[in-house]
Each structure stands twice: as structure tokens, then as C-alpha cells.
């Protein structure tokens, strides 16, 4: 015990006490640096946080060795400091390269900011779903078909960038699909990986229309590598379809001025024990028209 309250005695007392003080300023070299070093540690996150902590920080550390070279004359200072812009400079150099190496066109940035941005979706994270795609927006004219009833077959999934999909069953309107929608999130949700299947309804462009699609195969190879994107379009897909379910909803009317909610089959008639039991559209007598291929129903659009 000793010992060790000699060392502590040591380094706590055995060092010279600052018993004057200096009247003088550093000069301005170091009063730059110091602000450089406060306004650089106010840097927020993403690429061009780091940017700007990157560039403050180092111009920061090369004031400050020029300081200890011109001023303090203290080769130990000087070095420390240098060795520490050096770094900055690097690390500014690598943010910048990884910057340009994300840019991407109009559309898919306006898609990022609009979509996968609020989701706190990094850009690089975004780089890799772009890829995916292959980088590639596809336009479809007003009146061609995306897809048609019991023909096309279900192997890919796409998000509508611009423009208005009407969809259809055996000709009768269900509802419209709107921009930063999946054309078709129902299909992707009935089917497993392994499993192959048909459109059940027929989706056309109501006027022109850009869209982004993902192949199945090389989207579930991507899903494999990264669960976080995995999980990403889990939530975005499961979201998708809820807007799809109100959509319905919102057409559906019983008698007596009720609307008939989907949700819950059977609260209408719980509710109302003696309404006669309502005819409901003929589309809907025969379950979801986009459902698994088979049998088990998706009330999803």
C-alpha cells in the first residue's frame, strides 16, 4: 500500500505548480484552431456529417501544428498534430470517393428521399438495392398492360416511381395503384420463395408510368446476404398491402348507410343481429381476387 500511495503522491505532487500564469495570448494561429476544433465536433451523421467533421477537424490539427511549429517550437506538439491532419485529409478522401461512388440518377435520388430516406436507410445500404435492379427505371405507355389475369406469371417485384396502375379482376374495377406503391405486393406475400405462380388480376396504365422492378430470384439472393434489407422490404411490403386493404374497404358499403369492414367479418353482424344478410359485390363473393395460387386466401387488393 505503500507504494502505490508513493506513485500516486508522485504523479500528483511531483510536477511543477503553475504559480504564474502567462498575460499574453497564444496568438491567433492557435485561437483559430481551437474554434475550428468547436465548430468541427458539431458535425452531424451521414456521409456529409462526416464530411464536414473530416474538413474542420483537420484544417483544426494543421493550425495547430503550425502553431507548435512557429510559436511553441515543440517538435513532440508539432508532430502529434500533423500526424493527426494527415489522418483527416485521408479519411475526407475516402468519405469524398464513397459520396461519388452513390450518386445516382434523378429518379432513383428523388425515390431515396422520398421512400427509404425518412426510414433512416443509409445511402450505401440504398447503393446496394439499386443494384439490385440493375439501375434501371422502365416505362410503361398509357393502356399497355404490367400484368394480365391468369397469364403472366409472377416473378419479379415492382415499385411504381410515377404515374397511375388500374387494377382489375374479370373487368371489374378494384382499385388504382399510386406512386412509391408495389404493383405487386399481394402476388410477392402469397408465394414462398419456391413457388411459382399467376397474376390474378390484370394491372393497366392508366396513364404513363415508370416503375422499378426487382427480379425474385436475384432479390431473394440479396434478402440472403442482408437481413436488414430483408426486414426492410418485410415492413415495406406488409405496409403496402394495408394501404391496398383500405382501398377495398373504402368501396365496400352494406345497407342502412354501414360500411362493411373487412378487418372484421363478422362485426357487422354482431352488431346488427337482425339485418338481413347483404349481398355483397360479386368480387368479393369469391375472396381476394390476388390470392395464393393455392387456395389459402389474401384479402390484399
Known sequence: ???????????????PVCTTWKHEAEGSIYHLASILFVVGFMGGSGFFGLLYVFSLLGLGFLCSSVWAWLDVCAADIFSWNFILFAICFVQFIYVT????????????????????????????VYRKIVLCCDAEVITLEKEHCYAMQGKTPIDKLSLLVSGRIRVTVDGEFLHYIFPLQFLDS?????????????????????TDCRYVAWRRKKLYLLFAKHRFISRLFSILI??????????????????QGFRYDIR????????????????LPHHLQRGSPRRKPTGVTNCSS
Open 1 to 15: 500500500m505503500g507504494d502505490n500511495a508513493s506513485f500516486w503522491e508522485t504523479l500528483i505532487y511531483a510536477h
Open 97 to 124: 470517393y464513397q459520396v461519388r461512388s452513390v450518386a445516382f440518377d434523378r429518379e432513383f435520388q428523388e425515390l431515396y428521399s422520398a421512400l427509404f430516406q425518412p426510414l433512416g436507410i443509409s445511402l450505401t
Open 186 to 206: 399481394p402476388e410477392w406475400d402469397s408465394l414462398r420463395p419456391t413457388e411459382e405462380g399467376i397474376f390474378q388480376v390484370t394491372l393497366t396504365a392508366e
Open 238 to 255: 406488409g405496409s403496402d398491402i394495408a394501404e391496398k386493404l383500405y382501398a377495398l374497404n373504402d368501396r365496400v358499403h352494406v345497407g
Open 264 to 279: 372484421l367479418p363478422n362485426f357487422y353482424h354482431v352488431a346488427l343481429p337482425e339485418t338481413p344478410p347483404v349481398q
